[in-house]
């Protein structure tokens, strides 16, 4: 690859320089946001798509002198080498390149191409592209993306704003919540925290069977604008392997989905196909990206906790002892304003029903007794979460926020090491986005034979009564909405807005459902007033 410095080369100069001749065609197939197709949905209508793009490209991972650029090609020959072009400029019409290089899909990465890119100025946006040659051999362009750096090392940033959400299913929903991500006002990136794709649990084993999995989502119009407008940071969860994932799976097929997800995002393995990494945006937020699937025991079926076993366990793990270690020193040893944990499903606990009412007959009953969401998350690790947020208060770390996924319902918790007992400290907080798109609507499929606004009066009644089962560490739950979930955080203070999106109306606009404040060093969350406000608060 080749780098410049200060106001950066002409295209022609970036060609001379990587040895082209300059009689290049190019046929540029995109832009940054073009108009969706009439149903975002669907690909658009017609003729087949000859260019080599079909997945769109993504940037990822920002660092304060670059990040990742990916896509993938459709190969003119099935199993030749592919050479690609790639280009970083200072303005989308690439006048002023900053860096370009060549890369090579082969077969064996599944034609994927994902390029680190370095020399770059920190806390800057750029535009970057691709070329390669189509099915008649014509040299086009990719659409462009927007490249995000982080600020430097050491310095201080006063805003970092970004979205985060998971679980998005293609079904009868849109893909609107996308569409009103893309267009939020100055968004750093946007996380996605797993889900991106559902795989058949007993027909997705190869490697290949989940690249399909990810190409026949990258068909999506409004999936692929979102990644363009913005760089993607990705973790996955179970919708990337198969329901119920842990350490105990087939061998094979874990590693056929490892490697197909690495193929897919813009992420550098460090080795051994780890996800968990983290990042830095200057001295204000430390952000950990942690894999609470890969490393994990089984689950628990049982979700009546009456006794000392099961989830009270010490050695059960969803983290695992390595990535346990490197989570927590990071965040011992972070001196950032803030700590952001991208946490793929909810840390915060979801009792249906709690039984400390059953103490005064049954005072051998454990801490925190109760019937349990079958959710699958950290509520089946319960004495690891609890050894975790008692870390957080004997090293002294504060102002640490989980952004969590994959429970399809909008949650925002405090959390204490017990959280039944509200005069003990909160160590951290969680804040849990609801899905992208729609399950089957609540309304209709449990509470059918009720007038819509009937079902939906009985799903917020179960709401709270929910929330009075976790007090006083559940503050807010939504059972209905879609939508993703807005995150502002400047040295004093972190906002968090849940934006939710009727996925049934392809018109419909995200309204503000919640917002939230947390202070730093407080032991509270604030809820913000909001006129559209959606689901119950406590």
């Given at each position: 690859s080749i780098v410049s410095s200060g106001k950066g080369m002409t295209r022609r100069e970036m060609l001379k320089g990587l040895g082209f001749g300059l009689g290049v065609t190019v046929l540029v197939s995109g832009c940054v946001m073009p108009a969706p197709s009439e149903d975002p949905r669907l690909p658009p209508p017609g003729t087949p798509d000859l260019s080599p793009f079909l997945d769109g490209v993504m940037a990822g991972d920002p660092a304060p002198d670059g990040g990742l650029i990916w896509t993938r090609?459709?190969?003119?020959?099935?199993?030749?080498?592919?050479?690609?072009?790639?280009?970083?400029?200072?303005?989308?019409?690439?006048?002023?390149?900053?860096?370009?290089?060549?890369?090579?899909?082969?077969?064996?990465?599944?034609?994927?191409?994902?390029?680190?890119?370095?020399?770059?100025d920190p806390h800057s946006w750029?535009?970057?592209?691709?070329?390669?040659?189509?099915?008649?051999?014509?040299?086009?362009?990719?659409?462009?993306?927007?490249?995000?750096?982080?600020?430097?090392?050491?310095?201080s940033p006063d805003r970092l704003r970004f979205a985060f959400a998971s679980c998005q299913q293609i079904n009868d929903s849109w893909f609107n919540a996308h569409a009103a991500a893309a267009a939020e006002p100055d968004l750093d990136f946007f996380m996605h925290l797993g889900d991106y794709v559902y795989v058949s649990d007993t027909n997705t084993l190869s490697r290949e069977d989940y690249r399909q999995t990810y190409q026949r989502w990258r068909k999506q119009p409004l999936l692929r604008d979102l990644h363009a407008a913005l760089p993607t940071v990705a973790m996955w969860d179970d919708g990337e392997f198969y329901n119920g994932i842990s350490k105990t799976g087939d061998p094979q097929r874990l590693m056929a989905a490892k490697q197909a997800w690495f193929e897919a995002f813009p992420v550098n393995d460090p080795?051994?196909?780890?996800?968990?990494?983290?990042?830095?945006?200057?001295?204000?937020?430390?952000?950990?990206?942690?894999?609470?699937?890969?490393?994990?025991?089984?689950?628990?079926?049982?979700?009546?906790?009456?006794?000392?076993?099961?989830?009270?366990?010490?050695?059960?793990?969803?983290?695992?002892?390595?990535?346990?270690?490197?989570?927590?020193?990071?965040?011992?040893?972070?001196?950032?304003?803030?700590?952001?944990?991208?946490?793929?499903?909810?840390?915060?606990?979801?009792?249906?029903?709690?039984?400390?009412?059953?103490?005064a007959f049954r005072p051998d009953l454990p801490e925190n007794a109760g019937i349990y969401a079958p959710n699958e998350a950290w509520d089946d690790y319960l004495q690891e979460r609890r050894d975790l947020l008692q870390f957080l208060i004997d090293q002294g770390v504060s102002d640490t926020?989980?952004?969590?996924?994959?429970?399809?319902?909008?949650?925002?918790?405090?959390?204490?090491?017990?959280?039944?007992?509200?005069?003990?400290?909160?160590?951290?907080?969680?804040?849990?986005?609801?899905?992208?798109?729609?399950?089957?609507?609540?309304?209709?499929?449990?509470?059918?034979?009720?007038?819509?606004?009937?079902?939906?009066?009985?799903?917020?009644?179960?709401?709270?009564?929910?929330?009075?089962?976790?007090?006083?560490?559940?503050?807010?739950?939504?059972?209905?909405?879609?939508?993703?979930?807005?995150?502002?955080?400047?040295?004093?203070?972190?906002?968090?807005?849940?934006?939710?999106?009727?996925?049934?109306?392809?018109?419909?606009?995200?309204?503000?459902?919640?917002?939230?404040?947390?202070?730093?060093?407080?032991?509270?969350?604030e809820v913000l007033p909001t006129p559209t406000h959606k689901g119950s608060f406590a």
């Open positions: 090609v459709e190969p003119r020959v099935v199993g030749a080498d592919m050479p690609v072009l790639w280009t970083v400029a200072d303005d989308a019409a690439f006048t002023s390149i900053r860096a370009a290089g060549l890369a090579t899909a082969n077969a064996s990465e599944g034609y994927a191409v994902t390029v680190p890119v370095t020399g770059l750029y535009y970057y592209r691709f070329e390669a040659a189509d099915q008649s051999g014509t040299q086009v362009a990719s659409r462009v993306g927007r490249l995000r750096t982080a600020p430097a090392v050491g310095s080795g051994g196909l780890q996800a968990y990494r983290r990042f830095g945006w200057g001295n204000l937020v430390d952000l950990s990206m942690i894999d609470v699937r890969a490393y994990r025991d089984d689950p628990i079926e049982n979700i009546v906790y009456t006794d000392g076993g099961g989830a009270y366990d010490p050695s059960r793990s969803t983290l695992g002892a390595e990535q346990h270690e490197w989570f927590t020193q990071g965040l011992a040893s972070s001196e950032a304003a803030w700590r952001i944990v991208g946490n793929p499903y909810n840390i915060s606990p979801w009792k249906l029903v709690n039984l400390e009412f059953l103490r926020i989980f952004a969590s996924g994959h429970t399809h319902v909008a949650l925002a918790s405090e959390l204490r090491v017990d959280y039944d007992r509200p005069s003990t400290p909160v160590a951290a907080f969680d804040f849990c986005t609801g899905s992208m798109t729609a399950d089957p609507d609540p309304r209709k499929s449990l509470l059918g034979d009720l007038p819509e606004a009937a079902a939906e009066e009985v799903l917020r009644a179960a709401e709270r009564f929910v929330l009075n089962s976790n007090a006083p560490a559940l503050r807010h739950m939504n059972l209905i909405d879609q939508g993703y979930t807005v995150v502002d955080i400047t040295p004093e203070e972190t906002l968090v807005t849940i934006r939710n999106i009727d996925t049934s109306d392809p018109e419909a606009e995200a309204v503000d459902g919640a917002r939230f404040r947390v202070r730093k060093g407080a032991q509270r969350i």
